[in-house]
């Protein structure tokens, strides 16, 4: 559930997030490529709402197209490329629910917070606060997510948890009803420039995954929570296909970002 490319969540985000990038043999011609969305998590497990109750299913006219984290009983945190250029009357949260096409609350967007130094180019501050039109009632299935302190940056080797309902396999074309969950480790900045680019990562991003590949996050994940120790450390945002061997995935680094969090939501 980590990695890259973002491939379409629903039929209908087609138009709304770019196509996931094939799967590139040759590193240099991944350096010269614009970052894509991500969107799912690939060599995960079945996991139960009960466990990840902050989960969110972020809904376009209905269909889930992205994923999303409770931080309050009004407030949400996605990913920016999830939000850009919608309108809040077209989106939806579904909250305390195993599968993102029934169950648990659905609550309307009253506003999209999209952090203004975004941009679909580069995805440097790929954040979005969602306001919600009524509070999320909590339960065991529907509860927040503490956030990482500002200063609290992601260790290189530390083990993060993410979920969501993205693609299982970057050649799927239909998205897993029930919730996934992915293990996968921290990654330093050096060793994602490598694949990268220098400049590409910046300081408002995290990388994850296995060298081996085989376990990421992908399309339909985007948006989606990146756990540490109990809080929430990113977001998924972009990368380059999904679980392919030696790219890991790009995630926002909330810790960079709680000063924009805190100034819309006062967490």
Known sequence: M???????????????????????????????????????????????????????SLLYHGDHMCGASIIAPKWAVTAAHCTDGISAKNFKVRAGSTYHETGGQLIKVKHVHQHPGFDMSDMDFDISILELQENIKYTNKSSPIKLVDADQRAASGAIA????????????????????????????????????????????????????????????????????DGKLAGVVSWGYG?????????YTDVATLRDFVADITKI
């Open 2 to 56: 980590f990695n890259s490319g973002v491939v379409i969540l629903a039929a209908v985000a087609v138009a709304l997030c770019a196509p996931k990038a094939k799967r590139l043999h040759i590193l240099a011609d991944l350096k010269r490529q614009h970052p894509q969305p991500d969107g799912r998590i690939v060599g995960g497990d079945d996991a139960n709402i009960e466990n990840y109750p902050y989960q969110l």
């Open 242 to 250: 999904c679980a392919v061997p030696k790219i890991p995935g790009v």
């Open 161 to 228: 948890t993410v979920t969501g309902w993205g693609l299982l396999d970057q050649e799927d074309k239909l998205l897993p009803s029930h919730l996934q969950v992915v293990k996968v480790p921290v990654v330093s900045v050096e060793e994602c420039e490598k694949v990268y680019g220098p400049f590409r990562i910046t300081d408002r991003m995290l990388c994850a995954g296995f060298t081996e590949g085989g376990r990421d996050s992908c399309q339909g994940d985007s948006g989606g929570p990146l756990v540490l």
